[in-house]
């Protein structure tokens, strides 16, 4: 059974930090790709970054582009999402989540019906 627990979310003022991260178990997850997807109210679950579990490869969003970066401890099992420069437009619920079919193209890893495994989410807020 995957479980991924996300914690490190909360309150900034804009231009402060958050580092989000992602407790992964229930499995070896060297052959997966993990992504950060980001949900506002009213809108849609957005993708926000990805990373590969073996090779490191990475993918980020324009807009979080130059001040986000994932990453992750292989030997803790965990991702991480450190998110800098923040806007009040990245105020979101953070969602980690596996994809147990590795990496992919741009449009595979981006899209949220291709990950199978969700955290519950951990909320970022952002004040101007």
């Known amino acids: 059974q995957v479980q991924l627990v996300e914690s490190g979310g909360g309150l900034v003022q804009a231009g402060g930090s958050l580092r989000l991260s992602c407790a992964a178990s229930?499995?070896?997850?060297?052959?997966?790709?993990m992504g950060w997807f980001r949900q506002a109210p009213g809108k849609e679950r957005d993708f926000v970054a990805a990373?590969?579990?073996?090779?490191?490869?990475?993918y980020y969003a324009d807009s979080v582009k130059g001040r986000f970066t994932i990453s992750r401890d292989n030997a803790k099992n965990t991702v991480y999402l450190q998110m800098n420069s923040l806007k009040p437009e990245d105020t979101a619920v953070y969602y980690c989540?596996?994809?147990?079919?590795?990496?992919?193209?741009?449009?595979?890893?981006?899209?949220?019906?291709?990950?199978?495994?969700w955290g519950q989410g951990t909320q970022a807020t952002v004040s101007s």
């Open positions: 229930g499995r070896t997850f060297r052959n997966y790709a």
């Open positions: 989540a596996a994809r147990g079919r590795g990496w992919g193209t741009v449009a595979v890893i981006t899209t949220v019906d291709e990950y199978a495994y």
């Open positions: 990373i590969s579990w073996i090779g490191g490869s990475t």
